[in-house]
């Protein structure tokens, strides 16, 4: 009884390694660039509007975007 204990655990433990290196590995994702950002731009001769304080603006437009930088994650994940 022991023995067959012993012989399924050892096949499980085969196919399970077996099945972890045959699996694929993840890509690493690819860092955004600014085209890859929706942002509604201020059209030229169009007013703009210059708020100081606190405010609640309705109609956003953005005059300039710029300085995108991609860091790295080099921290792993999963456990602790």
Do not use: C
Not at 3 to 27: D, Y
Not at 46 to 53: T, V
Not at 62 to 76: C, F, M, N, Q, T
């Amino acid at each position: 009884m022991f023995l067959v204990f012993l012989k399924r655990l050892a096949i499980s433990l085969v196919l399970q390694f077996a099945a972890a290196l045959f699996t694929p590995k993840p890509k690493a994702p690819k860092a955004a660039t600014l085209d890859q950002f929706q942002i509604p731009q201020a059209v030229e001769g169009e007013e703009l509007a210059w708020n100081f304080g606190t405010i609640t603006v309705r109609d956003h437009k953005v005059a300039y975007v710029g300085d995108l930088r991609s860091v790295p994650i080099k921290e792993k994940g999963g456990k602790k």
